[in-house]
């Protein structure tokens, strides 16, 4: 008896400690953000980003969604193809359509910047 009482403290105590490593772990990094805050405290902000930053920022969001939308066109064809999962068709057609929504949401807007 006392041995099975001595393995099962044991083994508590084994998980005991992944799960401090694992809270220690997950407050460092929902917190590290307001450290590193601290660093910095009394110095100017950095300044905003140039009228260039924002339409690199947009062309480069823009070429990202591009890309996307042809992947998930091309996913969206293969599982119509092969009679996939309706469910899983679905979440594709939206996915392309919120792709495309974004290039031309993005493209209205650099040509209201330009």
């Known amino acids: 008896m006392p041995d099975?009482?001595?393995g099962k403290t044991a083994r508590l105590h084994g998980s005991a400690t992944l799960h401090l490593r694992a809270l220690t772990a997950l407050h460092d990094s929902l917190f590290?953000?307001?450290f590193r805050a601290l660093?910095?405290?009394g110095e100017a902000p950095p300044s905003p980003p140039t009228i260039t930053d924002v339409i690199r920022a947009a062309n480069a969001a823009l070429a990202w969604h591009r890309e996307k939308e042809?992947?998930?066109a091309a996913e969206l064809a293969r599982r119509r193809a092969g009679g996939g999962n309706p469910a899983l068709v679905d979440d594709a057609a939206r996915t392309l359509a919120h792709h495309r929504a974004?290039?031309?949401r993005i493209a209205a807007e650099l040509a209201a910047l330009q």
């Open 4 to 6: 099975g009482g001595g």
């Open 102 to 104: 974004e290039r031309e």
């Open 39 to 41: 660093e910095t405290y």
């Open 70 to 72: 042809i992947e998930v």
């Open 32 to 34: 590290a953000p307001q």
